[in-house]
């Protein structure tokens, strides 16, 4: 039985590490940003804690609370020029960031190690490590989501002239989501990174990026539930349909375009709204406009 | 006290939306604007919360020149608005709804927004009790949990006067608000914004129910064409032949 559960420890660690990314996503999403630059953060903040370690011998976790930072300071000096785009010009531009990260990693080999990758990175972050971070992350998005804060982002990411014309600063509040996005982005590349011995370049690449994506889409994009949902099930999918390991992508493809047609809110949201609907329509129904004004 | 705009002027490349318009909004009375579709109406509105450039004039706040400050800020210095087409947001309560209109008077730290210390927990309680003081005299608590986006037409409309509302205003923009209402609901909102008033706010009422119009206000203006073409009481107003020219044709018509 401890075997059996110890033989699944590696796949949790993973449903954490990437729980965290989902969540960096997902907090910009919700405020409005169509920004994808997730990944390529979450390489900055990775190299930031590997280089600290490795090159310069600072304890881990100086070298992960300077990756958060230098992951919210980089998506910040991102959030300047993005302020302007919306939509899906936002989206390329941050795809186009992280390919600019990509390469920088790879061309810096005097401090990156270049293609060949950093090496000797102790593995210093156990499942317990990641389960804290893990919870924290979640407490921090729930305070956020019922915060002054959040409502703000579900103003803007409705309707900006109604959020404006309310009193709420676009520009101050897509910033703020910029700033934790990308230190939650920051830190869990490190996270990764201390996980893991070794860091290249191409780790933080397309592939990263549309899986990431993937479970804020499949688990759902407004609830705190959305991405937890999304990253297990993903996560635990491909084991399932070890049989299937050749069709793993067709599958898991497949899967996507199902939920984007027929749960375009997510697995996790939908569920959600049904049973709150449900909720609503078993209380006596209001009494028919009642129509009291002042 | 009083809302200014002074030779407001809005131009189209070469279409003038809106001339020289001169207007005073006092404070403690209901002003009216009125004008035929495409008159101008809700550019002049469009301009004064910001939302639309404006090419000449000015735009005065009380004290403050608002002609050139960003639509967040004009609603911090006190003014709102509601929308002549419906904006609410659709995907939330109606209790969060009327939440956000609360914004302008949240001050809890970033910093205790971010970690849900106790001042911003105890912010998001007390505006809640606020929200809901507002439902009930509005007659839709039973309405609190539904989402906005599924209420009928006059529900929404409700729901975003709540929310102008909540934002407690010095000066109330509001662009045709009783459309799609029925008699007895206009009534009560024509009730609402007299104890408004009454209350010291100013408010701007853009209406096409002459009736509706001629009840509230003390003073009204005329617009036709980007242009004011009369003011005043609106039995004198209404009386003007440029008006009554504007609304059924004029005698070269």
Known sequence: ?294 | MALKLVNLSKRFGGVTASADVNMTVPRGTITGLIGPNGAGKTTIINMITGMMDVSGGQILLEDRDITRAAPDDICRAGLARTFQNIRILPENSVLDNILIGFHRHEHCSTLSALFGLPASRQETQAIRDKARSLLTQFGMSAYADYPAGGLSYGHQRKVEMMRALASEPDYMLLDEPIAGMNDVESDILAELFQHLAEAGKGILLIEHNIRFVSKLCEKIYVLDGGRLIAEGPPAQALRDPAVIAAYIGGSDA
């Not at chain 1, 899906?88 to 992280?98: E, H, K, L, M, P």
Request: hydrophobic content about 55%; glycine content about 10%.
């Open chain 1, 1 to 294: 039985m401890n075997a059996y559960v110890l033989g699944y420890l590696p796949l949790f660690d993973l449903f954490l590490l990437h729980l965290g990314l989902a969540y960096s996503q997902w907090l910009v999403l919700r405020s409005g940003v169509f920004s994808l630059a997730t990944v390529g953060v979450a390489g900055v903040g990775a190299y930031t804690g590997g280089v600290l370690v490795v090159t310069y011998g600072l304890p881990a976790p100086v070298a992960l609370v300077a990756a958060a930072i230098g992951g919210g300071l980089v998506s910040l000096l991102l959030a300047i020029p993005l302020a302007r785009l919306r939509g899906v010009y936002q989206a390329i531009a941050t795809v186009a960031f992280i390919q600019i990260m990509l390469s920088l990693n790879n061309y810096a080999e005097k401090i990156t190690g270049g293609a060949a990758g950093l090496n000797g990175i102790p593995k210093v972050v156990d499942t317990l490590t990641l389960a804290v971070c893990a919870l924290a992350t979640i407490y921090l998005m729930t305070a956020i989501t019922g915060s002054r804060i959040g409502r703000a982002f579900d103003a803007i990411r409705q309707n900006e002239a109604v959020a404006a014309s309310l009193g709420v600063s676009i520009e101050a509040h897509h910033r703020l989501a910029f700033i934790v996005s990308g230190a939650l982005a920051g830190f869990y590349g490190a996270l990764e990174a201390f996980h893991s011995y070794t860091l290249v370049p191409s780790q933080f690449g397309f592939p990263f990026l549309i899986a990431i994506l993937s479970y804020v889409v499949f688990g759902g994009r407004n609830t705190i539930w959305g991405p937890i949902v999304g990253t297990a099930l993903l996560i635990i999918l491909p084991e399932l349909a070890r049989p299937l390991a050749e069709a793993r992508m067709l599958v898991y493809g497949l899967l996507l375009i199902l939920t984007i047609n027929f749960l375009p809110k997510g697995v996790a949201d939908t569920l959600i709204e049904r049973i709150h609907a449900k909720r609503l329509r078993a209380k006596p129904a209001p009494a028919p406009a009642p129509t009291a004004g002042s």
